[in-house]
């Protein structure tokens, strides 16, 4: 089994940052592709930042200059560092990995979402 657990999510003021973790455990054998998406309400779920398997970085327009990822690879860790927040950017925010696991299996993999509301 595989899990991602995320982390750092939370309530802040327009102009704030926070800092979201991504943790994948279990039977894993390798990690190509991680990043993060977000749904907002009424709206579909889109790609926030993420690094390809190829190993490039891709980031929402919406989010360049504000947003950095960046990774742990001996953590299989996942970073999302938001600076300069906006009310835009609320959301819940979910963690995305394609692993491959011990059985040869790969799979898309899914964390459970962490609340960001930027709010004053």
């Known amino acids: 089994q595989v899990q991602l657990v995320e982390s750092g999510g939370g309530l802040v003021q327009p102009g704030g940052s926070l800092r979201l973790s991504c943790a994948a455990s279990g039977s894993i054998f390798s990690i190509s592709a991680m990043g993060w998406y977000r749904q907002a309400p009424g709206k579909e779920r889109e790609l926030v930042a993420a690094?390809?398997?190829?190993?490039?970085?891709n980031y929402a327009d919406s989010v360049k200059g504000r947003f950095t990822i960046s990774r742990d690879n001996a953590k299989n860790t996942v970073y999302l560092q938001m600076n300069s927040l906006k009310p835009e950017d609320t959301a819940v925010y979910y963690c995305h990995a394609l692993i491959a696991t011990m059985m040869m299996r790969i799979d898309d993999y899914w964390g459970q979402g962490t609340q960001v509301t930027v709010s004053s």
């Open positions: 690094f390809s398997s190829g190993g490039s970085t």
